[in-house]
């Protein structure tokens, strides 16, 4: 039988030490073994299939090389789930793996997740939440290496939870960004249907838009800013009660909650005989995968950056696992790392009408 190769017969197939091997494919040569050397070791590494020993280095290293996620509703709903593949994924290329569990949105459940998971000796926690969130960190998430994707330490967490990073897309900019398109486009009367305002998000997505119309010397009507919901009923519920009234008088663009609310929109639009966008622009927010591309017409949006947002989260916990500070996602304490979300322009959206 053909004898696995080992780091020894990598080092000697490069003619480096060993030890810079194993920085090397431990994902930590940057800095400490030059470019070139780098480049010998991959090398080598794929001429003679070589893989570590996940085994051998956990017990030298006295790790697990495992880190537990924790998620409200991200593993079992069908939304948010790309955070915890973007952790996932930058887990795996430094040779971690992960393990996750869910509460299903019981709160009461939070203590005995992360409980479970240090009873299995993680090296490391992240914290997913569906949606921008506030959360009550439970006090096991201070006791080894730690992130929040997409929610940030209350108030009354236990103390030095507000030190924790805390990875979060930049939603004052995504509402801006999202004004800033329409009033591009001409529109003047632009109406923000925001969702659901126990959501810190929306609140700030509101700020963002407002910040764009000042920009522009654009008036703010207050019977336009209104609470639209995060689904298809309430979005669809709002709007036709602005765009019944006379052309004069209703908003020519629409600024939604998310997709879901954007689509209800659309058809309330519809069935008052408007087309979209010809008459009303119809913007989204979330860019969410089966929906805003495939709508008709396809629904301009701002995506979040929920990919990042696990990876940046998984980057800070390894970066202290690696001994060098909590990585690229460090900030001051209780400064959130914020993560730019990306306008994506399509159909529904249009030059305001004359």
Request: hydrophobic share 45%; aromatic share 4%.
């Amino acid at each position: 039988m053909t004898r696995k190769a080992t780091a020894l017969d990598v080092a000697r197939r490069a003619g480096v030490s060993r030890s810079a091997v194993s920085l090397v494919l431990n994902g930590r040569g940057e800095g400490n073994v030059a470019k070139d050397s780098q480049q010998r070791i991959l090398a080598a590494a794929a001429e003679l299939n070589y893989t570590p020993n996940a085994i051998a280095r956990s017990l030298r290293d006295q790790r697990t090389r495992v880190i537990g996620l924790v998620s409200d509703a991200a593993v079992t709903s069908p939304f948010d789930g790309e955070i915890i593949a973007g952790a996932d994924a930058l887990a795996r290329s430094r040779g971690f793996v992960t393990l996750a569990t869910d509460t299903e949105q019981d709160a009461e459940r939070d203590l005995d997740a992360v409980r479970t998971l240090l009873d299995r000796r993680v090296d490391g926690l992240i914290y997913v939440t569906v949606g921008l969130h506030e959360l009550h960190v439970p006090q096991g998430m201070l006791t080894l290496p730690a992130a929040l994707a997409n929610c940030y330490a209350s108030p009354d967490s236990p103390p030095g939870a507000g030190a924790l990073t805390s990875v979060q897309p930049d939603e004052v900019a995504g509402g801006r960004d999202a004004a800033a398109h329409l009033i591009a486009l001409g529109h003047r009367r632009i109406a923000f249907l925001g969702g659901e305002y126990s959501s810190p998000a929306v609140a700030l997505r509101e700020a963002g838009f407002r910040a764009a119309m000042a920009e522009a010397g654009l008036p703010v009507r207050e019977d336009w800013v209104l609470e639209a919901g995060f689904d298809i009923a309430p979005g669809h519920a709002a709007s036709t009660a602005l765009l019944s009234a006379p052309a004069s008088e209703r908003p020519t663009a629409l600024l939604a909650g998310n997709d879901r609310a954007a689509v209800g929109m659309v058809l309330a639009a519809a069935r008052l005989g408007l087309d979209v966008p010809r008459d009303v622009s119809i913007m989204g927010y979330d860019d969410e995968r089966r929906v805003a591309a495939l709508m008709i017409p396809p629904l301009s949006t701002v995506q979040l950056p929920l990919r990042r947002i696990g990876e940046e989260a998984m980057r800070a916990v390894l970066g202290v696992l690696d001994g060098g500070g909590p990585g690229r996602a460090q900030r001051p304490a209780g400064e959130p790392f914020l993560i730019p979300c990306r306008l994506v322009p399509r159909e529904s959206t249009g030059p305001a009408p004359a």
